[in-house]
Every structure is written in C-alpha cells, then in structure tokens.
C-alpha cells in the first residue's frame, strides 16, 4: 500500500475536485500538489504521477467533486493538519512506515 495508497485517499477528497473544477485555478491546483507533497514528505512529481496514473486507469472521476474535502477546509493550514491526520490514522493501521 504504502505512500501510493495515501495519496490515492488524498486525491479523491482533495486534489481531484480542484483539477476538474474550471472555476478553480491552476496556481491552487499546483498548491494543493506542493502541500500533499510536503505532508506526505514526496517530491510533487510523485503526487502529479500518481494523480496522473489514476486518471488514466479512470479513477479519479466528476463525483468526486461533490465530497471534496478541499471546498470545506480553511485555508493551508487547516488542509495541512487534515493531510497530517490521515497520515497518522494510515499509520497507526499500519499501512505507511
């Protein structure tokens, strides 16, 4: 499972609803990419590859905009210590280092 599985979790809350979301700029797109990667200590390539294989095997998909986790949050911090809280609840069942 590892850093692939906790990124994949991320991208249908987060980063997902952004990409497809035309109201929503490229520069909060690239944000949310440079914050997933810092909270989840990557490069952002592997966030944007990944995001990239996903839509290419079609699992990152319009509905994901409904329940996207990044319209509800309040502002970087606050999707940060979102980031940082599913990282420790994959932690704790054992699915990342």
Excluded: P
Aim: aromatic share 8%; charged share 25%.
């Amino acid at each position: 499972m590892g850093i692939a599985h906790m990124i994949d979790l991320l991208a249908q809350y987060t980063i997902a609803g952004v990409k497809y979301n035309s109201a929503l700029s490229m520069i909060r797109y690239d944000s949310l990419v440079k914050t997933a990667s810092q909270a989840f200590l990557v490069e952002t390539k592997e966030v944007t590859g990944i995001i990239e294989m996903m839509e290419t095997i079609g699992l990152l998909e319009q509905r994901f905009l409904q329940d996207t986790l990044y319209l509800n949050v309040k502002g970087k911090e606050d999707f940060l210590k979102r980031c940082v809280k599913i990282r420790d609840t994959l932690g704790r069942a054992n699915l990342i280092d």
